[in-house]
T-cell receptor, first 114, second 114 residues
Framework: GEQVEQLPSILRVQEGSSASINCTYENSASNYFPWYKQEPGENPKLIIDIRSNMERKQTQGLIVLLDKKAKRFSLHITDTQPGDSAMYFCAASPLVTNAYKVIFGKGTHLHVLP | NAGVIQTPRHKVTGKGQEATLWCEPISGHSAVFWYRQTIVQGLEFLTYFRNQAPIDDSGMPKERFSAQMPNQSHSTLKIQSTQPQDSAVYLC????????????FGPGTRLTVL
């Protein structure tokens, strides 16, 4: 299968706390895992990604973790701010010639409450 | 760089009519993707082209949907005999074939079928 499951679908957190979004994938050939953020009325934009040769990646308050054995990856937003409120999509893709279709999860609507 | 251009931004059709959506990828990007976004299903993969050749259309509803890329500067998604359930935001994205594989999304076309 190719499905990517993403949970939760809605996440409400208090400003300053952390937020976590979890995804699982089926295709064992997947080796590239991007995360996209979509603000209201905007198109999705890449915020961070991780490849299968890494277990952890961090940039500007975002941490992604990858557990290849469990086929699970997650996004953690530390010290959330109102500007972090948006839809977040995880995705999985095989990075091989001719076959890099990206399968997205259904999204998580993050609300950061003041 | 104008980014990915999609036209029209909004389209309203009557049930049974045809709808053609246009996408102009970022110059130099060799991969073009089409997605359909709804609240219920999230971001659904439809099809993608690499160097104008169709690579994978496994997400396309078979009977009424078709996509073409006649040249490197534009792609079209055509929906024949539109139905209310086709109402969605249709997103086009492009990416470099190699390298980071980040997908750059266009603003989308919001299709409403009455």
């Amino acid at each position: 299968g190719e499905q990517v499951e993403q949970l939760p679908s809605i996440l409400r957190v208090q400003e300053g706390s952390s937020a976590s979004i979890n995804c699982t994938y089926e295709n064992s050939a997947s080796n590239y895992f991007p995360w996209y953020k979509q603000e209201p009325g905007e198109n999705p934009k890449l915020i961070i990604d991780i490849r299968s040769n890494m277990e952890r990646k961090q940039t500007q308050g975002l941490i992604v973790l990858l557990d290849k054995k469990a086929k699970r990856f997650s996004l953690h937003i530390t010290d959330t701010q109102p500007g972090d409120s948006a839809m977040y999509f995880c995705a999985a893709s095989p990075l091989v010639t001719n076959a890099y279709k990206v399968i997205f999860g259904k999204g998580t609507h993050l609300h950061v409450l003041p | 760089n104008a980014g990915v251009i999609q036209t029209p931004r909004h389209k309203v059709t009557g049930k049974g009519q045809e709808a053609t959506l246009w996408c102009e990828p970022i110059s130099g990007h060799s991969a073009v993707f089409w997605y359909r976004q709804t609240i219920v299903q999230g971001l659904e993969f439809l099809t993608y082209f690499r160097n104008q050749a169709p690579i994978d259309d496994s997400g396309m509803p078979k009977e009424r949907f078709s996509a073409q890329m006649p040249n490197q500067s534009h792609s079209t998604l055509k929906i024949q005999s539109t139905q209310p359930q086709d109402s969605a935001v249709y997103l086009c994205a492009s990416s470099l074939e190699w390298g980071a594989r980040e997908q750059y999304f266009g603003p989308g076309t919001r299709l409403t079928v009455l």
